[in-house]
């Protein structure tokens, strides 16, 4: 399969967190405004770039040549922690200015089922290193532009008259819906599964 | 920091519906929409997630006073990791087609929130006795939110329960309900009737 569509597929058409569920806890929790939006989905690109980049190795030159594949998970989730806590270590420490935008971020992606969800699909789906590293690039993508435009959406969404009931997770919950629906219509530029 | 609660019965209840873990707090719903068009994957998943969450409170109360605080964190995703681990071989090894169907999303048990949240705020502070039943009463309301969604997406969307037909002749399945929208969809209305039923 070639780059280009791996990375489209990532972004639109296969959305991890429109098509996947991936992230959602996030998705729900800081969509409120867009600068926590943007400063949440720059950590995430990052921190996913990077996982699939580690993982990948561990995963094809580690654990299947002594068949101990049973282990991923422990693995992968293990390392996903330690690569949260190093990075955020040093960008502590080299750039306050990315440590003001996504540092505050970072404690709170162990736990962000996107990232050990994409290293798995990684896994799933048989792919090279070169085409996990763009697939997890464009997940990370794919989920920030999936946020944005929702926060966009929930900004303008204050001035709304809502039931009591719906507001904050039931109203998200039913945008985002509204917004895999229509992301379901950029399937037709593609021809992949 | 021991939260005080009237009785045990308070501690396994209040998971069901007034703590329901979906519709109320919000939690760990990546895996909620994403197993819940058939009946039969949400089932599978809830019983795993429902498994993970009584052995990890269990694990994690009895070594609450071992755990280094500074490090907790990684000591819960291991104990989590390490039972999801056979919820997965479990499932490979009996029910191959459930197995297949959820694919990943078993490995995402591990991070679910609701069991990362049950570990912190409850496991970590109380015995094991009460830990076990509020890890169940997590547990059942987790896994009946499960099957409310799925008893409305299975059949919509398929016009099945359990793969049994039971859509009259002629029903056009609402394809749309199988798919990722109509999940969103669903829950959007639960969360809606359920926080306006009781409101805080």
């Known amino acids: 399969m070639d780059l280009l569509t791996i990375l489209i597929a990532a972004v639109f058409t296969h959305n991890i967190a429109l098509t996947y569920f991936l992230g959602m806890c996030p998705f729900v929790a800081v969509s409120g405004n867009l600068r926590t939006a943007m400063g949440m989905s720059m950590a995430v690109t990052f921190v ?3 996982a699939a980049a580690v993982t990948w190795p561990i995963y094809h030159k580690l654990l299947v040549p002594y068949d101990v594949t049973y282990l991923q998970y422990v693995v992968f989730i293990l ?5 949260v806590q190093i990075v955020e270590m040093m960008v502590e420490r080299t750039s306050p200015f990315l440590y003001n935008t996504m540092g505050v971020f970072l404690p709170l992606i162990t736990v962000n089922c996107a990232i050990l969800g994409v290293t798995l699909f990684m896994v799933v789906r048989d792919y090279s290193y070169i085409e996990s590293l763009i697939y997890s690039f464009g997940s990370g993508i ?3 532009v999936a946020i944005l435009a929702m926060a966009a959406i929930r900004e303008r969404l204050r001035f709304a008259d809502l039931p ?9 919950m039913i945008i985002a819906g509204l ?7 950029f399937a037709g530029i593609l021809n992949v599964h | ?27 760990g719903i990546c895996s909620t929409l994403a197993v819940t068009n058939l009946v039969s994957s949400s089932i599978a998943m809830s019983l795993g997630t429902t498994f993970v969450l009584v052995t990890s409170s269990l694990s994690i109360s009895l070594l609450r006073e071992f755990i280094p605080r500074r490090v907790r964190m990684a000591v819960y995703t291991v104990i989590i990791a390490t039972f999801v681990v056979f919820v997965d071989i479990y499932l490979k090894a009996f029910y191959p087609e459930i197995s297949a169907d959820i694919g990943p999303y078993v490995g995402l048990i591990i991070t679910n929130c609701v069991i990362m949240g049950r570990a912190e705020s409850f496991a970590s502070q109380n015995r094991p006795l009460p830990a076990i039943l ?6 059942i309301g987790y896994s009946l939110s499960l099957l409310a969604i799925a008893s409305i997406r299975e059949p919509l969307g398929f016009g099945t329960f359990l793969a049994y037909s039971i859509a009259p002749a002629g029903w056009q399945p609402w394809l749309l309900f199988a798919m990722p929208p109509g999940a969103f969809l669903v829950v959007g209305v639960y969360i809606w009737i359920l926080r306006s039923i009781y409101s805080d």
């Open chain 1, 48 to 50: 996913m770039s990077l």
């Open chain 1, 79 to 83: 390392v996903i922690a330690a690569l």
């Open chain 1, 142 to 144: 794919g989920w920030g």
């Open chain 1, 164 to 172: 009591e009931g719906l507001k904050g997770a039931g109203i998200t």
């Open chain 1, 179 to 185: 917004m895999a629906m229509s992301f379901m219509g």
């Open chain 2, 1 to 27: 920091m021991t939260e005080q609660y009237d009785s045990m019965k308070e501690v396994f209840t209040r998971g069901i519906i007034k703590d329901n873990p979906t519709f109320r707090m919000v939690l």
């Open chain 2, 134 to 139: 509020d890890a169940m009463g997590i547990g």
